[in-house]
């Protein structure tokens, strides 16, 4: 099943540039976080990264590079996450670069991906 699922996710979603090839090593989190170090699976360990290292929610109409988007399910927990790669732009949208499972790592519009984007929420560490 996950030989096929690279090529559905080409299909499905050809207008992202993809950076490079699978690495069960780390996940979406592990990028985002810990710089492609290790998979981070637990959210409780994903909140404690957010209050430990300060990270505070901004807006959308304020978001900025280096900023990072999580993506929540209805539930309200955590299922995506990513670095902000641009502003916002006229479409109110920033691009992304995040990685989708143990497969790629991609640079997408923060709506174009196989994640919920219902819920996203944005943050910033604050000195």
């Known amino acids: 099943m996950e030989a096929n699922y690279v090529p559905k996710l080409r299909a ?25 170090r290790t998979g981070i699976h637990d959210p409780a360990v994903l909140s404690l990264i ?17 900023d990072v988007i999580l993506y929540h399910n209805r539930l309200g927990d955590i299922e995506h996450s990513g670095v902000v ?18 497969f790629m790592e991609v640079f997408h519009l923060a709506n174009r ?4 984007y219902e819920l996203p929420k944005f943050y910033r560490v604050v000195s």
């Open 50 to 66: 957010l209050e430990d290292d300060r990270y505070r929610e901004v807006p959308l109409t304020d978001v900025l590079p280096g």
């Open 12 to 36: 499905e979603f050809p207008d992202v540039e993809i950076r490079t090839s699978s690495d069960p090593e780390y996940n979406c989190h592990g990028l985002t976080f810990a710089s492609r």
């Open 85 to 102: 790669a641009s502003k916002p732009g006229a479409i109110g949208i920033p691009y992304v670069f995040s990685k989708w499972g143990k």
């Open 113 to 116: 991906c196989p994640y919920t």
